[in-house]
């Protein structure tokens, strides 16, 4: 059974029967803006979020970074599936727009922290935006192993906003846990979250 995240909640990796887990992905999921059309009509607008990876040090500087344009980390430890520039069209399919794949046992030792930011390529903000939301899964997206889930959207504070910082996993210890975030910030780009990251959230 999988966790249901609220903001600022922390969790443990680890396999159901004991252990940290050693390979997760990270899938997020979001819905096309409806808007009427012409003569009474409804149309759905496509939404390109992109959904990327940061790797940080102790020292809260960047090492490395995982997005559309980066498909891999260059240690090899983080994947990416590509960019969604879309959305779900009809109504939540359940199903992961990106994912981002995370070996953990791979993760070079100097990164401590990974966070995990979406930001509106085409600038729509996330106040019309119907549903967003991550889910963490124990092993392969779409096998049935959603280890947790984070609802990411549904906030009054996100209107006017085209950023967001959804969570980091993070080492503790000799495992890594997951934060919930879901900060919608005020910067632009995938560039100045992740410096709005390495302020707010590394220290």
Same mark, same amino acid.
């Given at each position: ?36 059309? +012409?003569? /009474? ?10 959904? #990327? *990876? ?6 809260? !500087? ?68 119907? +549903?967003? /939301? ?10 049935? #192993? *959603? ?6 959207? !549904? ?49």
């Amino acid at each position: 059974m999988s966790i249901d995240l609220a903001k600022g909640q922390r969790i443990s990796l680890e396999k159901e029967g004991g252990g940290a887990l050693d390979y997760i992905e990270i899938g997020v999921n979001w819905g096309a803006i409806e808007k009427k059309g +012409f003569f /009474g009509g409804k149309k759905n607008v496509a939404v390109d979020l992109d959904a #990327s *990876v940061g790797m940080f040090n102790a020292e809260g !500087n960047l090492v490395d970074a995982v997005w559309y344009g980066q498909l891999k980390s260059k240690c090899r430890s983080i994947l990416h599936s590509g960019d969604d520039r879309v959305g779900d069209t009809g109504g939540d399919d359940g199903e992961d727009n990106e994912v981002v794949q995370i070996s953990l046992n791979k993760v070079p030792k100097n990164v401590t922290t990974l966070a995990l930011v979406l930001n509106s390529y085409s600038q729509q903000n996330f106040g019309v935006i119907p +549903f967003a /939301g991550i889910r963490i899964h124990n092993g392969k997206a779409g096998t049935g #192993s *959603v280890f947790a889930t984070f609802d990411v959207a !549904n906030d009054p504070t996100f209107s006017g906003k085209v950023s967001m910082i959804m969570g980091s996993v993070y080492r503790h210890d000799n495992s890594w846990k997951f934060r919930s975030i879901g900060a919608a910030i005020t910067e632009k780009d995938l560039k100045e979250s992740l410096t709005a990251f390495s302020r707010d959230y590394t220290n």
